[in-house]
């Protein structure tokens, strides 16, 4: 297998992974993203409708944090 079919098979867009960290980067918190809390959520929105959507709520509940975007100087 080559490296770029490698790194095609990572971006998948329909990994729940991906859909999770996709959700949390358009709220400005993608530094907030783990794997081990996620396994953790995972867990519990198991039977949720919208996973990914779950998942990343649950990251912003545990997380109060700024958002990544309020660093930056406009």
Do not use: R, W
């Not at 996709?22 to 709220?27: M, Y």
Request: glycine share 2%.
């Amino acid at each position: 297998m080559t490296t770029q079919a490698n790194n095609k098979s990572k971006n998948n867009p329909f990994i729940l992974s991906n859909q999770v960290k996709a959700i949390l980067h358009k709220k400005g918190l993608s530094k907030v993203f783990n794997y081990a809390d996620y396994n953790h959520f995972k867990e519990q929105c198991k039977n949720a409708f919208n996973k990914a959507q779950e998942i990343a709520d649950k990251f912003t509940e545990e997380h109060q944090e700024q958002s990544d975007l309020n660093e930056y100087v406009f």
